[in-house]
């Protein structure tokens, strides 16, 4: 059966660069399997964060989401792996930290539903827009 080799994005959130977690989250990722096609850190204008999260423009929380996205760097990564979007999902947990799974990336480095520390895309089709806002089609070239 040939795999089905996907691409996610994937945020590293201000709340873990602010505690130095992204070495550690990088880490568990390259050891679950993931390949890093691209990666930089950036920091969010506030128009850019609001883009970003437009799904998310009527909820409560969304002033408090695009000021806690703004308020340090991120890192952003492409990964590649068979079936990324959900492997991630997985690897990442509930997106409450409180309810995240033991051995998650949320259980191990966030701390509560907003500072979770990290970000991962929910669908094959949303990854591919999400990948876009972020990464040119040259960043994206594979090198290997
Ligand atoms: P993320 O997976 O990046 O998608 C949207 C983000 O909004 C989410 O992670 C959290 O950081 C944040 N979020 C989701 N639900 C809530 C909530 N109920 N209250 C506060 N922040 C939330």
Redesign the pocket.
Known sequence: MTKNIERTLS?I?PDAIKANYSGKIIDLIESKGFFILAQKRITLSAIEAEVF?NI?RD???FS??VS?MTSAPISVQVLEKENAVNSYRLL?GA??SNLAEEGTIRKLYGSN????A???S?SPENAEVEIKFFFSGLELLSKT
Request: glycine share 4%; aromatic share 14%; hydrophobic share 35%.
């Open positions: 945020i959130k999260y998310h909820k409560s929380f408090d989401l806690f990442m997106t409450d539903i907003q500072n979770n990290v970000h991962g929910d």
